[in-house]
């Protein structure tokens, strides 16, 4: 660190030797560290142990490590994801309250601790919060966690009563005696339920016996919300506590070459500069001196060589790929069935097209932000994160001391979208700043950094083709992608011995539609812009891909391009049953208003299935979206009105990214910087979002992702619908239409 004259202090990194790779060794270090921790979780299934935990506040006993009861009849259930507006604070506790069969007026939720879950051997099992598996990969030890907490509240009372457990039953938060009519409250009986052993087996109630789970139930985090009471990372106000700004270098994979503190050593209230291998930071007693000075400090950057990377650079880069032969260009395959190339050769008809998406940033509402306090005996942070493990485990790496000496406040997320995720560089940062002070420093990074300096969602590019027989209907596919991968990007000595199974996200595997023969491969293209999880990761661009050409397939067939999906759905009865809801429900085979035209799309992400139909309209090459129709069935649905208001945010999401939703880059830097280059959609182009749950049950799913990647597709077959023209590459706006 350098002071400006007049302050004290030393330290910092030294000697800046050599650049950077876009985020650093340190983070993937983290997520290597941490994704293996949680791979590890998963396994854990109903096995996670049961046993309390230590006392809520002092006071509650605790059944189970998941529920403490207080003497008022409060029931505390503890929360191990972090809620970021999807409603997981209610979905996870309904569950646990549907089997402990208390009163859901007295229920209240409390984050686990990441700290004491590693202290306690990962009792509360995988904490992190993505790829909209909240629900679906906590339900069976939620569910159990409940019905265990029932067996001990009933099996204390009995005790006590002196009669047969059998004889004895949990309803609205009390433990009744069918026989005498006697009651007991859960907290009149939890002092002695907390001494009971945990049974080793309970039975789990069958869907069809639910009573609170699986009605639409209001979030119990938004009436503190409307009154302002929850902290939000960037609400954390710590005494005596200094603020920091921060500049990265503005080309991506450059690296920090020197700094005049000097350059600022007049204005006020500036504390200190931090040298970081790729930033720098200013330390002040307010963030906007903080960031003031940032602006003004003398910087002088290297671009390792990546000043002249630019978008059309990396577009004839990744091109390239489309045609790549596999000798020279390590092809990998993602799927292949029967003889595509033969099938090509001796089609009717043969179509191909070429698509291309751009690089997206999250935009979060709340710009990435950590308070970070460096002692002698540890670290505490108070951070937004989806991954308190990874937090935990970069302020550990950070500050160089064990991962028991670091403590993590969760706080509300505004925003995640999976930007704060498996990579938490700004953990990383807070705590190297915090390094050089005795107080609190929190760092916010400005909207601009915000934007200019994500981990984006990759740009890539898809060629399509497709042999028709006489019929119209496919003989055989085959897709190339190419382009960036994330994986890729985190792991050193990436190649073709790893298979990045993200990348062909919805079209191995899931691929939904009979084609007989059909080849995915795909081709690697690594560029030094950062790369991220972003909401549904590859299956949007995948989606984009698919379903365009699926209509474009249709068109050439002459058949309906519902219709023509539904051919091909034979073999996938619950992609076929949300198609049909979606069609049925926006009425397809009745004309829309006049000048209104539909385009359709469907796909399976995050072990749920989503269809939908697009109501647009183009006027003067504007086009405006009146109506969404979103079927979805994720398997089991917990809370409906969730299910709902997830759906609709995740369309007015994704609307936004295939309107506006473009990071281009020029001299090495992303040139978009906020929200007036960087636009979101407004409340008045919001179009009417119906949404219809179609619950097949039998397995649970997410919903917070898959209602993202068929929207733009279903927009640009509807934008076909009423001009004649294909859209093949997003955002919208580049278009004349």
């Given at each position: 660190?350098?002071?400006p004259p ?11 030797g ?8 340190l ?6 560290v941490t994704?293996s ?7 854990l299934?109903?096995?996670i142990?049961?046993a ?6 002092g ?8 529920i ?8 505390t259930i503890?929360?191990?994801?972090s ?6 604070l209610t979905g ?11 009163d859901w007026?007295?229920v209240?939720t409390?984050f ?5 879950n590693?202290?306690k051997?990962r ?16 339900q069976?030890?939620l569910?159990r966690?409940g019905a265990t ?9 009995a005790?006590?009563w002196r009669?047969p457990?059998?004889?004895c039953v ?8 069918r ?5 007991l409250s859960?907290?009149a009986?939890?002092p ?9 087996d309970?039975a ?9 789970a699986g009605?639409p139930q209001?979030r119990?985090?938004?009436p ?8 939000y990372a960037i ?17 991506f994979g ?5 700094v005049d503190a ?9 504390r ?10 200013v ?10 000075a940032?602006?003004?400090l003398?910087?002088?950057w290297?671009d390792?060589?990546?000043?002249g ?6 577009a ?6 489309l ?5 020279a260009?390590a092809?990998?395959i993602?799927r ?11 089609a009717?008809a ?6 291309e998406?751009?690089f997206?940033a999250?935009?979060t ?5 950590c ?6 005996d540890?670290v505490e942070?108070?951070v ?6 990874t937090?935990?485990?970069t302020a550990?790496l950070?500050?160089d001391v064990?991962h028991?000496k670091?403590?993590?406040?969760r ?5 995640g979208?999976?930007r ?10 807070a705590?190297?700043?915090?390094k050089?002070?005795d107080t609190p ?15 984006y969602?990759p740009f890539?590019?898809a060629r399509l083709?497709?042999?028709l027989d006489a ?7 085959t ?7 994330f994986v890729a990007?985190l792991?050193p000595g990436?190649?073709?011995n790893?298979i990045?199974r993200?990348?062909v996200s ?11 023969n059909y080849?995915l491969?795909y ?5 030094p812009v950062p790369l991220?999880?972003w909401r549904?990761i590859?299956?949007t661009?995948n989606?984009f ?5 699926i ?5 050439a ?5 519902y ?7 034979a073999?996938s009865?619950?992609?076929l ?15 829309p208003a006049?000048?209104v035209?539909r385009?359709?799309?469907?796909n399976?992400a995050?072990g749920s299935?989503c269809?939908q139909v697009?109501e647009?309209?183009?006027k003067?090459?504007e086009?405006?979206?009146?109506r969404?129709?979103?079927a979805i069935?994720p398997?089991?649905v917990?809370?409906p009105?969730?299910?709902e208001m997830q759906?609709?945010?995740a369309?007015?999401?994704a609307l936004t990214a295939?309107?506006?939703g473009?990071i281009?880059?020029k001299n090495g830097?992303?040139?978009?910087t906020?929200?007036?280059c960087y ?7 919001a179009p009417?979002?119906?949404t219809?749950i179609?619950?097949?049950g039998?397995?649970?799913?997410g ?5 993202v990647?068929?929207?733009?597709p279903a ?7 009423a001009?004649g ?6 955002p919208?706006?580049?278009h004349d239409?």
């Amino acid at each position: 660190m350098q002071h400006p004259p007049g302050n004290s202090g030393a330290g910092g990194y030294g000697e800046l030797g050599g650049c950077m790779r876009s985020g650093g060794d340190l983070d993937r270090r983290s997520f290597l560290v941490t994704t293996s921790a949680a791979a590890g979780a998963l396994t854990l299934g109903f096995a996670i142990p049961f046993a309390g935990a230590g006392r809520a506040g002092g006071r509650a006993p605790e059944i189970t490590c998941w529920i403490a009861i207080a003497p008022d009849d409060t029931v505390t259930i503890r929360i191990a994801r972090s809620e970021m507006g999807q409603g997981v604070l209610t979905g996870l506790a309904m569950l646990v309250a549907e089997e402990l069969e208390c009163d859901w007026s007295k229920v209240r939720t409390e984050f686990v601790s990441p700290t004491l879950n590693l202290a306690k051997n990962r009792i509360w099992g995988d904490t992190s919060t993505g790829a909209s598996r909240s629900i679906a990969s906590s339900q069976d030890y939620l569910r159990r966690a409940g019905a265990t907490a029932r067996e001990m509240l009933i099996a204390a009372a009995a005790a006590q009563w002196r009669v047969p457990v059998a004889q004895c039953v949990a309803a609205n938060g009390a433990i009744v005696h069918r026989s005498s009519g006697r009651t007991l409250s859960f907290a009149a009986i939890a002092p002695a339920a907390a001494k009971v052993t945990p049974p080793a087996d309970v039975a789990l109630k069958p869907p069809s016996a639910w009573k609170l789970a699986g009605t639409p139930q209001r979030r119990l985090d938004v009436p503190n919300k409307v009154t302002g009471q929850p902290v939000y990372a960037i609400d954390v106000r710590l005494p005596n506590m200094l603020y920091a700004a921060i500049r990265h270098c503005p080309v991506f994979g450059g690296a920090l070459k020197s700094v005049d503190a000097n350059s600022i050593a007049e204005m006020p209230g500036v504390r200190g500069v931090v040298r970081m291998p790729d930033a720098v930071a200013v330390v002040a007693d307010s963030w906007w001196r903080a960031k003031r000075a940032a602006d003004a400090l003398a910087v002088t950057w290297d671009d390792c060589g990546n000043g002249g990377v630019s978008t059309a650079s990396i577009a004839k880069f990744v091109r390239a790929g489309l045609a790549a032969d596999f000798a020279a260009d390590a092809v990998q395959i993602g799927r292949a069935d029967g003889d595509a190339a033969a099938a090509l050769a001796s089609a009717a008809a043969r179509i191909e097209a070429d698509y291309e998406v751009p690089f997206l940033a999250h935009a979060t509402m709340e710009p990435q932000t950590c308070t970070a306090q460096v002692r002698a005996d540890g670290v505490e942070i108070w951070v937004p994160t989806q991954d308190p493990a990874t937090a935990l485990a970069t302020a550990s790496l950070a500050a160089d001391v064990a991962h028991d000496k670091v403590t993590v406040h969760r706080t509300m997320l505004g925003g995640g979208f999976g930007r704060r995720a498996p990579i938490q560089e700004y953990v990383r940062q807070a705590v190297t700043i915090a390094k050089e002070f005795d107080t609190p420093v929190k760092l916010i990074w400005s909207r601009e950094q915000d934007i200019a300096h994500d981990r984006y969602r990759p740009f890539g590019m898809a060629r399509l083709t497709a042999g028709l027989d006489a019929d119209g209907m496919p003989l055989a596919c085959t897709i190339r992608l190419a382009g960036p991968s994330f994986v890729a990007s985190l792991l050193p000595g990436f190649g073709t011995n790893i298979i990045d199974r993200t990348f062909v996200s919805g079209l191995a595997d899931e691929m939904p539609y009979a084609i007989p023969n059909y080849r995915l491969d795909y081709v690697v293209r690594p560029t030094p812009v950062p790369l991220g999880v972003w909401r549904a990761i590859n299956y949007t661009q995948n989606a984009f891909y698919k379903e365009c050409f699926i209509d474009e397939m249709a068109h050439a067939a002459g058949i309906d391009p519902y219709l023509y999906r539904r051919k091909l759905l034979a073999n996938s009865p619950r992609n076929l049953a949300v198609l049909d809801a979606a069609a049925q429900h926006a009425d397809w085979n009745a004309p829309p208003a006049a000048g209104v035209f539909r385009g359709i799309a469907l796909n399976e992400a995050c072990g749920s299935y989503c269809a939908q139909v697009v109501e647009a309209s183009v006027k003067n090459g504007e086009v405006r979206v009146h109506r969404v129709v979103a079927a979805i069935d994720p398997g089991h649905v917990v809370n409906p009105l969730s299910v709902e208001m997830q759906v609709q945010g995740a369309i007015v999401y994704a609307l936004t990214a295939a309107f506006f939703g473009e990071i281009t880059i020029k001299n090495g830097a992303a040139e978009q910087t906020n929200f007036d280059c960087y636009e979101m959609l407004r409340l008045a182009d919001a179009p009417k979002v119906e949404t219809v749950i179609v619950p097949s049950g039998g397995f649970w799913g997410g919903v917070g992702e898959p209602p993202v990647p068929p929207l733009a597709p279903a927009l640009c077959n509807a934008i076909f619908a009423a001009t004649g023209k294909r859209v093949r590459s997003l955002p919208l706006k580049n278009h004349d239409l």
